[in-house]
Structure formats: structure tokens, C-alpha cells
């Protein structure tokens, strides 16, 4: 069990540049979450995988945001034209196919916005 | 809709002495509920969960968390402090059943233990 690792750790764009994140879950948890989390407040819901299938997007997500897991391993999550609102924390966790399985958090990737 | 509250921002204990931080949650149904610890720029580490059971469930570190359906209260307690222990602490919800699988957590309660 090598953790959730998340790539890059920190990200300083310009606005109205895209950026892309990586998540590794760890290796034998079939279910991956993309939260956000600004400072001060708890993390909060962006989207879920199911193996390679995106079940679940919060309201949150919007339209200039993506995410993938293509083979069902890593995820990427892509944000399009970037804005100031988006500098966050962005934390990736990943959990067992059971439901009442615990999520284990990566250490995030910390973008800010110029 | 699912909702969790932590009526502290902060809480500051004294090392050796018991710490209590409080979290409240309100769901359409019956709750797992979970407890995790995040140091400084670091993500969050899992403490605990309730799931079903014993309305006491010790976890990680020594900490323990005591269910109360009536309260619909899950505070989070340790019986001597260390001031290791400082860190922000959230409380976190999700359905028992149901399609929704994502975590709706507390604002958080930083907790320090003063030496």
C-alpha cells in the first residue's frame, strides 16, 4: 500500500491557462473521488469513478472541468480557463468496492491563479 | 441532502488532559460517519468510522468517537492529550444506502494542545 499520490504537488498558472492534475489511487481500490477544498473549509464533492465510469458530478463541476480514468487506474482532472475562483486545494481519495470502506486522500495539488 | 456541523472553529486543550471535539449531522436516512486529521499542507488522514454497532468506536492514536442517534451527534474524544494531537480535524457523512457515495464534511475544528 503506497498511498494515493497526487501530481503536482503545487501549480501556479497565469488566468485563462489549463491545467491538468494526476491521481494514482492505490492500487486495488476500484472507486476514485476528486474533492476541492479552499482554505479554512472542508473539502468538498467534485466527482466519482467507479472503475473507468464517472458516476457522479457534483454541481460544482462545471463545464470547464474534466475529469477521466480511462483504463480504471489513474484519473486526471483538467480545468479549462482557469479563473482567480479557482485556486484551491485539489485532493483526490480513493476507496475499496465496499461502501462502508474508509477514502484515503492523496496530499493534493495546490493550484493558485495569478 | 446531507449536512455536518462543527460548532468549533477551534478548540485548545491542555496536553494530558481529555479532548472533545463536537460534530452534529443531519441525513435523510441511516449515516456511516467518518473522522480524519490533516496536518499542514498535507490531505487527510482517516481516524475512524461509525458504521453500525457499538455507539463507541476507538479508532486510530488512541482516539475514540461516541455515537448518538437522539443527538444526531458523533464528537470525537481522546483521553489524554499530546500536543502531536494539533492538527485541524473534520467530521464527514455519507448515506448508508443509496447511490451517493461522496463524503459532505464539516467545516473543521483546528485543535491545538498546549504544552
Known amino acids: 500500500d503506497t498511498g494515493v499520490s497526487q501530481d503536482p504537488r503545487h501549480k501556479i498558472t497565469k488566468r485563462g491557462q489549463n491545467v491538468t492534475f494526476r491521481c494514482d489511487p492505490i492500487?486495488?481500490?476500484?472507486?476514485l473521488y476528486w474533492y476541492r477544498q479552499t482554505l479554512g473549509q472542508g473539502p468538498e464533492f467534485l466527482t466519482y469513478?467507479?472503475?473507468?465510469?464517472?458516476?457522479?458530478k457534483s454541481r460544482l463541476l462545471s463545464d470547464r472541468f474534466s475529469a477521466e480514468r480511462p483504463k480504471g487506474s489513474f484519473s486526471t482532472l483538467e480545468i479549462q480557463r482557469t479563473e482567480q475562483g479557482d485556486s484551491a486545494m485539489y485532493l483526490c481519495?480513493?476507496?475499496?468496492?465496499?461502501?462502508?470502506?474508509?477514502?484515503?486522500f492523496g496530499d493534493g495539488t495546490r493550484l493558485s491563479i495569478l | 441532502a446531507q449536512s455536518v456541523a462543527q460548532p468549533e472553529d477551534q478548540v485548545n486543550v491542555a496536553e494530558g488532559n481529555p479532548l472533545t471535539v463536537k460534530c452534529t449531522y443531519s441525513?435523510?436516512?441511516?449515516?456511516?460517519l467518518f473522522w480524519y486529521v490533516q496536518y499542514p499542507n498535507r490531505g487527510l488522514q482517516f481516524l475512524l468510522k461509525?458504521?453500525?454497532?457499538?455507539?463507541l468506536v476507538k479508532g486510530s492514536y488512541g482516539f475514540e468517537a461516541e455515537f448518538n442517534k437522539s443527538q444526531t451527534s458523533f464528537h470525537l474524544k481522546k483521553p489524554s492529550a499530546l500536543v502531536s494531537d494539533s492538527a485541524l480535524y473534520f467530521c464527514?457523512?455519507?448515506?448508508?444506502?443509496?447511490?451517493?457515495?461522496?463524503?459532505?464534511f464539516g467545516s473543521g475544528t483546528q485543535l491545538t494542545v498546549l504544552p
Open positions: 481519495a480513493s476507496s475499496q468496492g465496499q461502501s462502508n470502506q474508509p477514502q484515503h
Open positions: 492500487s486495488e481500490h476500484n472507486r
Open positions: 469513478f467507479q472503475n473507468e465510469a464517472q458516476l457522479e
Open positions: 441525513v435523510s436516512g441511516n449515516p456511516y
Open positions: 461509525y458504521i453500525t454497532g457499538d455507539n
Open positions: 464527514a457523512v455519507r448515506l448508508l444506502s443509496g447511490s451517493a457515495r461522496q463524503l459532505t
